[in-house]
């Protein structure tokens, strides 16, 4: 059972363009992370958000986690050809912080 | 943030051969280490967990005795297929956390493993 769903789970849009990527699950999260990950690569993290509500932002990058701490959301705004790869979110549950439960993963390639 | 290397990046095999797959943490000290599993186009599937100096704890349907993990010290973490087949092929990635609940977890680049 994957506890984490994300989707859309493939995206490819044009340089310019906005998306955003959804990560949700039934069961509540006491942290989430957001990881992109480029072939042959380990996957490097982006975002941690651990209050329900929260919103980070990172250059065109913003995170909200949901109030009730099952879901996020990752917006990109004006994509560009390097934000191109595999983006996974990833939980840790509140009984066991240490195990983090990823996500199905989002591949998003953005065409110049 | 910290680095956490894995060796090698990539290996070939024969079928039936053993082979060891190093992470390393090497700007600090790593209580426990994660051991995961990619294969194409897909997610990351844990492996087992290695906390240092006990045995590892390992997911449900990862056989421990095909999958050995030895963390024989704070900055080190192996993993070795043992009598490895064309189907354990796959992208195997570690991390590494500094403990005291603290989640974040730096990876290591990963590696391939191709059994021909």
């Known amino acids: 059972t994957q506890l984490l769903e994300q989707s859309p789970q493939f995206l490819s849009i044009q340089e310019g363009e906005n998306l955003t990527v959804y990560c949700n699950s039934s069961?509540?999260?006491?942290?989430l992370q957001w990881y992109r990950q480029e072939p042959g690569e380990g996957p490097v993290l982006l975002v941690t958000?651990?209050?329900?509500?929260e919103v980070k932002k990172l250059k065109r990058l913003t995170f909200q986690f949901g109030d009730a701490r099952k879901d996020s959301s990752l917006h990109i705004t004006a994509a560009q050809p390097g934000d191109t790869g595999l983006y996974l979110c990833?939980?840790?549950?509140?009984?066991?912080?240490?195990?983090?439960?990823f996500g199905t993963g989002t591949r998003l390639q953005v065409f110049p | 943030g910290a680095v956490v290397s894995q060796h090698p990046s990539w290996v070939i095999c024969k079928s039936g051969t053993s082979v060891k797959i190093e992470c390393r943490s090497l700007?600090?000290?790593?209580?426990?280490m994660f051991w995961y599993r990619q294969f194409p186009k897909q997610s990351l599937m844990l492996m087992a967990t290695?906390?240092?100096?006990?045995?590892?704890?390992?997911e449900q349907g990862v056989e421990k005795d095909k999958f050995l993990i030895n963390h024989a010290s704070l900055t080190l973490s192996t993993l070795t297929v043992t009598s490895a087949h064309p189907e354990d092929s796959s992208f195997y990635i570690c991390?590494?956390?500094?403990?005291?609940?603290?989640?974040?977890?730096?990876f290591g680049q990963g590696t391939r493993l191709t059994v021909v």
């Open positions: 991390s590494a956390e500094g403990g005291l609940g603290n989640t974040e977890a730096f």
């Open positions: 069961s509540v999260f006491s942290s």
């Open positions: 958000v651990v209050t329900g509500g």
């Open positions: 990833a939980g840790a549950r509140s009984y066991n912080t240490d195990k983090l439960i």
């Open positions: 700007d600090f000290q790593a209580t426990t």
């Open positions: 290695s906390n240092e100096g006990s045995k590892a704890t390992y």
